[in-house]
């Protein structure tokens, strides 16, 4: 899709639905988990309309959503990153919990 076709209405209204996660007519539970992927697309997709482009009337709604999704994206990084540091490092120590939390059990001295 080619946003310089989009009316700016319609380009805010797009920018809203990727920082929302709705984009079907019904909310799935898949949608929380894939969030942060829509989070990057908006900002990538709607960067340039939000910060290079000349002033319009929606420009600075697009704005903020661009930067609410850019932050989400970088807390949801944040915590992944910790979250698996995290496991990584204390896997072995925590027995039993850390087994049923694998995936798959590595083999060897931990």
């Not at 799935?28 to 340039?48: D, I, Q, R, S, T």
């Not at 290079?52 to 807390?75: A, C, D, F, H, W």
Request: net charge positive; hydrophobic share 50%.
């Amino acid at each position: 899709m080619n946003l310089e076709r989009l009316p700016n209405e319609e380009k805010l209204t797009l920018c809203r639905k990727y920082y929302l996660g709705k984009l079907q007519m019904y909310v799935c539970v898949w949608g929380f988990a894939f969030l942060p992927f829509l989070w990057l697309v908006n900002v990538v997709w709607f960067f340039k309309e939000a910060f290079v482009k000349p002033t319009y009337t929606e420009q600075l709604q697009i704005k903020t959503y661009v930067k609410r999704s850019g932050l989400g994206l970088l807390l949801w990084v944040a915590v992944l990153t910790t979250w698996i540091t995290i496991f990584q490092h204390f896997r072995a120590e925590w027995g039993e919990v850390g087994d049923y939390l694998s995936f798959t059990i590595p083999l060897g001295i931990p």
